[in-house]
């Protein structure tokens, strides 16, 4: 099956300072990629996603990347807020065929004040 | 719009207990979806359904059976209740147009 490593494991940032996060994965046949963040006590909540036929997708001060061939794929925040704050997720999954999404093992972001 | 509703948020049980969290989704979606959420661990699939009366097993279903009697509800069993357990529990929902998943809040489930 796939299998969707995360790095880092924690990330600390001043505020205003961009993050990113990797994430690698092992299946080719995997073509959408998205990305969930989970606030404290909460359930994850998406907040970008990117399919295999881009290479960027950018929604106002996060981005996502994605290296088909490398297998690659990274989010990009920039401005970072302290609502930022939160644990990230990666995922790998197949369109149209969403029977499973393997989840990258989570990132905690702190943006420091 | 209540969206995915999990219950009940924590529960406490002693190991060989048995237990049934539940999981109603109002949005009509094809897919539900069972997680447990370990430090360090991301988010691990425990059973799917990707509709009513069917369901599937996924990277960690030993000791969990699930039910999906109608579309709206997706019921996770622990038959005899381990530490090893010890976890939150998080469902979804989604359908097959999106790929977007709607998470409940989870349900915090100690084995002692």
């Known amino acids: 099956g796939e299998n969707v490593e995360q790095h880092p494991s924690t990330l600390s940032v001043q505020e205003g300072d961009s993050a990113v996060i990797k994430c690698t994965y092992s299946?080719?046949?995997?073509?959408?990629f998205p990305w969930y963040k989970q606030e404290l006590g909460k359930g994850p909540q998406l907040i970008i996603d990117i399919r295999s036929n881009v290479g960027e997708k950018k929604d106002q001060r996060i981005a996502v990347t994605l290296n088909k061939t490398a297998k690659h794929f990274s989010l990009h925040i920039t401005e970072t807020q302290p609502e930022d704050s939160a644990v990230y997720f990666c995922?790998?999954?197949?369109?149209?065929?969403?029977?499973?999404?393997?989840f990258g093992s989570g990132t905690k972001l702190n943006v420091k004040p | 719009n209540a969206g995915v509703t999990q219950t009940p948020k924590f529960r406490v049980l002693k190991t060989g207990q048995s237990m049934t969290l539940l999981c109603a989704q109002d949005m009509n979606h094809e897919y539900m979806y069972w997680y447990r959420q370990d430090p360090g661990m991301g988010l691990r699939l425990i059973h799917y359904s990707v509709g009513e009366g069917t369901t599937a097993k996924g990277e960690v279903p030993d000791g969990y059976n699930v039910s999906r009697l109608k579309k709206q509800n997706f019921l996770l069993g622990l038959e005899s209740a381990a530490p090893s357990q010890t976890s939150v529990y998080f469902c979804a929902s989604g359908t097959v147009n999106t790929g977007e998943l709607f998470f409940g809040e989870g349900s915090r489930l100690t084995v002692l």
């Open positions: 995922a790998a999954s197949i369109e149209n065929n969403f029977n499973k999404f393997y």
């Open positions: 299946d080719s046949a995997s073509n959408y």
